[in-house]
């Protein structure tokens, strides 16, 4: 089993800085894919970034491009979203996922293991 736990969201003033964490643990690997979802209210889920095992490959939704940074510490078995400049449109429950490959997935159903979320609320 993999377990991921987001945490560090919370409410923000827009212009206003975040950094998410997601913490593995059970039966996890280095060599997982990880990638960040977000589900704005009355919207589906939709892919804000992803990074490779190794960290060499990143990707990211347009809409975050320059403002959010997808990082991971293997060591710590952690995976990060340092989220700037952010904006209302950003509000969203945003979920960790993994995926048991080493290349990074900008697809829901390409990610095996979800966190539970973790609500950001950005105000004007």
């Known amino acids: 089993q993999v377990q991921l736990v987001e945490s560090g969201g919370g409410l923000v003033q827009a212009g206003g800085s975040l950094r998410l964490s997601c913490a593995a643990s059970?039966?996890?690997?280095?060599?997982?894919?990880m990638g960040w979802f977000r589900q704005p209210p009355g919207k589906e889920r939709e892919f804000v970034a992803s990074?490779?095992?190794?960290?060499?490959?990143?990707y990211y939704v347009d809409a975050v491009k320059g403002r959010f940074t997808i990082s991971r510490d293997n060591v710590k078995n952690t995976v990060y979203l340092q989220m700037n400049s952010l904006k209302p449109e950003d509000t969203a429950v945003y979920y960790c996922?993994?995926?048991?490959?080493?290349?990074?997935?900008?697809?829901?159903?390409?990610?095996?293991?979800w966190g539970q979320g973790t609500q950001v609320t950005v105000s004007s």
């Open positions: 059970g039966r996890t690997s280095s060599r997982y894919a």
């Open positions: 990074i490779s095992s190794n960290a060499y490959t990143t």
């Open positions: 996922a993994g995926r048991r490959s080493v290349l990074a997935s900008t697809r829901r159903d390409e990610h095996d293991y």
